[in-house]
């Protein structure tokens, strides 16, 4: 079976999956910027735009001022439809209609989550692209598995060249139930061939470490950022500081 190294140690893995934002991506680079560009257009339709960003912001869990993501709130750990809940309460607590607040997130979302809007922010993760090129040549199939839209995941590993390294990449609208549930590493694995009991999960938040305990996997590889180490290391296997401690 091929093999992977963490931290120079080695395993043998027969699939490596991994999240997509904070892992493949480079989460604060790509992120901060798209939702700086929602909220503004958010404020649009809001009587008090500086009121409505602060709602945002505190509902997300991004602070755009400092340019700093929480770990461990909605952006990080969320899937798109509990964001645009989050986005239509600040708006209704704004004043807005509760049906005209959903309304106006739907349509702002697909402007501002637009390939071409994406293209602008979307930034690959120190070392991504080395690291899926090194395990694909040794015949690994790799895969993402995100809490992301399956489409804009898509368009995101097309944009940071990271599409013709990935077998398999699945959001969770391709499941019935998102992360922490096993549903996305189970659909993985039946459509590739390959047991939960041969793979290896890469994320950055306790979220991906859940997914991947509920799934059975042999190891959860965590990558500090958003998180801090000690803190994901109390859910992961192993932590590393960047994708570049893994070869």
């Known amino acids: 079976m091929p093999g992977i190294t963490v931290l120079g140690k080695p395993y043998e893995a027969g699939l490596v999956i991994f999240d997509k934002d904070g892992t493949l991506l480079d989460f604060e680079k790509t992120w901060v910027g798209i939702i700086g560009e929602l909220i503004d257009a958010l404020g649009g339709h809001a009587p008090d735009p500086l009121s409505l960003r602060g709602r945002v912001e505190r509902a997300l869990g991004i602070d755009l ?72 040549s040794r015949g690994i199939p790799l895969a993402v598995a995100t809490n992301d839209k399956h489409r ?36 993985i694995c039946g459509s590739l061939g390959l047991p939960a009991s041969q793979t290896v999960l890469v994320g950055d938040t306790a979220m991906d470490a859940m997914l991947g305990r509920n799934a059975g996997v042999m190891l959860t590889v965590g990558v500090s950022g958003i998180v801090p ?16 401690d893994i070869a």
């Open 65 to 136: 001022g400092k340019s700093s993501i929480d770990g461990n709130g909605a952006l990080a750990m969320g899937t798109f439809t509990e964001c645009n809940a989050l986005l239509a309460y600040a708006l209704y607590r704004e004043g807005i209609r509760w049906d005209r607040a959903q309304t106006i997130v739907e349509e702002t979302g697909a402007r501002v989550f637009s390939a071409s809007a994406r293209k602008k922010h979307v930034r690959a993760a120190q070392g991504a692209l080395p690291l899926l090129k090194a395990l694909k």
């Open 152 to 187: 804009d995941a898509v368009v995101d590993m097309e944009l940071i060249g990271a599409a013709p390294y990935l077998d398999l990449v699945v959001g969770a609208d391709s499941v019935k139930h998102p992360k922490p549930a096993p549903d996305m590493i189970d659909l």
């Open 229 to 244: 180490a000690d803190a994901l290391s109390e859910h992961m296997d192993i932590v590393v500081s960047s994708l570049e």
